[in-house]
Antibody, heavy 117, light 108 residues
């Protein structure tokens, strides 16, 4: 069992950058695929990115590839999402997710990112 | 990319009634890696069903999943007040992972 807690959300201007962090509590963190799923206000869920247990593989949603980078530090039991060149359409609650495979059976409570001038 | 279409968009039912939610995929979902999540306002989604038919840990048997290939169904046998929520289907078989648009189950 892994508990996930996100941080780093906030208000940022279009074109700006933000780094989200997710701290995992529990011994299984290093065995989990970890990722991010977002939800724009009043909208559905959208998968953003995934990273393999050892960081050797990364997968991204096409619309954020080249702007967002996912990384992890298993010693710190943390996963990160570096978001650059942010756009208004990136405004959303970002959930940290994880699981033993690609199924996201562990979710954090989310952190809100607002991109606005 | 596998596009998931959920129907209906909303469902108005009374407590005690049966809810049947549909999720159709634009192409075959490999290994039937199709999941269902429940989401209540202000909360993170909760996993109900994975691999199309398997209940997640702690999920009561009033929730059941069926289907394979491109057509999947979530059934809630007898609605209780806490079941009124949004339900999302999700394929985790191939990248990009995708979600359906959601079905809102409302109290009639």
């Amino acid at each position: 069992e892994v508990q996930l807690v996100e941080s780093g959300g906030g208000l940022v201007q279009p074109g700006g950058s933000l780094r989200l962090s997710c701290a995992g509590a529990g011994s299984s963190f290093s065995t989990f695929w970890m990722g991010w799923v977002r939800q724009a206000p009043g909208k559905g869920l959208e998968w953003v990115a995934f990273i393999k247990k050892d960081g050797s593989e990364k997968y991204y949603l096409d619309s954020i590839a080249g702007r967002f980078t996912i990384s992890r530090d298993n010693a710190e039991r943390s996963v990160y999402l570096q978001m650059n060149t942010l756009r208004a359409e990136d405004t959303a609650v970002y959930y940290c997710v994880g699981g033993s495979g690609w199924l996201e059976d562990h979710w954090g409570q989310g952190t809100l990112v607002t991109v606005s001038s | 990319e596998i596009v998931l279409t959920q129907s209906p968009g909303s469902l108005s039912l009374s407590p005690g009634e049966r809810a049947t939610l549909s999720c159709r995929a634009s192409q075959n979902v490999g290994r039937n890696f199709l999941a269902w999540f429940q989401q209540k306002p202000g909360q993170a989604p909760r996993l109900l069903i994975h691999a199309a038919t398997r209940r997640a840990t702690g999920i009561p048997d009033k929730f059941s999943g069926s289907g394979s290939g491109t057509d999947f169904t979530l059934t809630i046998s007898r609605l209780e007040p806490e079941d009124f929520a949004v339900y999302h289907c999700h394929q985790y078989a191939s990248s990009p992972l995708t979600f359906g648009g959601g079905t809102q189950v409302e109290i009639k």
